[in-house]
C-alpha cells in the first residue's frame, strides 16, 4: 500500500491521473508479488506491463 502511494505521488499531474497511478500502482505491487511467488522474473514482468501501458497510452494519444 505505501508503494502505491509513493507511485502515485510521483505521478501527480492532476488529482484524477494521481487517483488511477495509485490503482495502478496497487496493481503492479500484486503483479510483482504473484510473479516472485510463481519465480518468473518478477521485476522484468513489471517492467514490461508499465512500458506496455505507457505504449498503449502513447499510441492512443498520437492517433485519436
Known sequence: M???LLFAGLH???W???ANAF?????LNYSY????KEKFYPYLTVVS???LYNLFGFIFKRVA
Open 2 to 4: 505505501l508503494s502505491s
Open 12 to 14: 501527480t499531474y492532476n
Open 16 to 18: 484524477l491521473y494521481t
Open 23 to 27: 490503482f495502478g500502482g496497487f496493481l
Open 33 to 36: 508479488t504473484y510473479f516472485k
Open 49 to 51: 506491463i508499465h512500458l
